[in-house]
């Protein structure tokens, strides 16, 4: 939580310089490892998702395009978490875009858990479909597990940018 005092909101809140490289250190640290993380993920859930056997089904397909959404969503959450270190500099905190920052990974977040479980839900639905059954495979139980990765990643760059720019008074 930011407090500023009475008067015209400012800028920049002063904060020491060993906490804007820490500020600046850890988003970089842990965005590069959400975007690693997060391509490697889209790549685990096409691969994975396009040999189901229930890929030749077209619902299936969009559940495979939402999936592969979901980690492109984790992507740029990574990317906004690097994005974050410009806000910390000689020894401010710029107080405008701070916030405006972590509302845009809450919201990458929000997509992210929407398309995982829209993915989630259709593969469920084809597994579970009387009509037409679908083995439940391994392969399936892995792509049904790996949907959470982009969640989780999209989380952790949420709530790091959320720890790392809270200033107190």
């Not at 965005?31 to 396009?50: K, R």
């Not at 994005?83 to 509302?103: K, Q, W």
């Not at 792509?143 to 989780?152: F, K, R």
Request: overall charge positive.
């Amino acid at each position: 939580m930011i407090v500023v005092g009475q008067g015209p909101a400012p800028y920049w809140v002063w904060i020491s310089v060993p906490r804007v490289e820490w500020i600046r250190a850890r988003t970089a640290m842990t965005g590069l490892a959400v975007v690693w993380l997060a391509l490697v993920s889209g790549i685990v859930l096409v691969a994975v998702g396009v040999n189901l056997p229930s890929s030749h089904d077209p619902f299936a397909r969009m559940g495979l395009i939402t999936a592969g959404l979901s980690a492109f969503w984790g992507l740029l959450s990574g990317g906004s978490l690097i994005g974050v270190r410009t806000c910390a500099r000689d020894g401010y905190l710029d107080v405008n875009n701070a916030p405006l920052l972590c509302r845009v990974l809450g919201v990458l977040w929000g997509s992210t858990i929407v398309c995982a479980m829209i993915a989630w839900l259709l593969e469920v639905a084809l597994l579970s479909d009387e009509a037409r059954p679908v083995p439940f495979t391994v392969g399936a139980a892995v792509y049904l597990a790996a949907l959470a990765i982009p969640v989780v990643l999209g989380g952790v760059a949420f709530l790091t940018a959320r720890k790392v720019l809270r200033v107190s008074p």
